[in-house]
């Protein structure tokens, strides 16, 4: 089981960007993703935030206020991967953006509810 993100970069303020979470080992449509990300090293004592999951039946629950009309999660059956699209980025949006699975196809909000992690990529989102 393998979990690769890839799409993050350095953007302006209001840029969009689309994050991929490519799945080898396993097929995405028996199993749940879900979207963390984790603020930088100057913020410690600021948990991996859950954003966005997708389950094994293709419904979402979303976990995060500030994200909500901005973000949106998902599937590509096809490709085994899973997009995150982030529209109107803020600096706040700074953070190393993780991808996680739950084998079972369920979606969770904690972090041991998912039972395998990719290594994450990073947002720099600056003026």
């Known amino acids: 089981v393998r979990l690769a993100e890839s799409g993050g970069g350095k953007v302006h303020p209001g840029s969009s960007l689309s994050l991929s979470c490519a799945a080898s080992?396993?097929?995405?449509?028996?199993?749940?993703i879900g979207w963390f990300r984790q603020a930088p090293e100057k913020e410690l004592g600021k948990e991996r935030e859950?954003?966005?999951?997708?389950?094994?039946?293709?419904?979402?629950?979303d976990y995060t206020e500030s994200v909500k009309g901005r973000f949106t999660i998902s599937r590509d059956s096809a490709r085994n991967t899973v997009y995150l699209q982030m529209n109107s980025l803020d600096p706040d949006d700074t953070a190393v953006y993780f991808c996680?699975?739950?084998?079972?196809?369920?979606?969770?909000?904690?972090?041991?509810?998912?039972?395998?992690w990719g290594p994450g990529t990073t947002v720099i989102v600056f003026s």
């Open positions: 859950s954003l966005l999951c997708i389950n094994k039946g293709g419904n979402v629950q």
């Open positions: 996680a699975t739950n084998m079972a196809g369920l979606c969770g909000s904690g972090l041991l509810d998912y039972d395998f």
């Open positions: 080992g396993f097929s995405l449509d028996e199993a749940a």
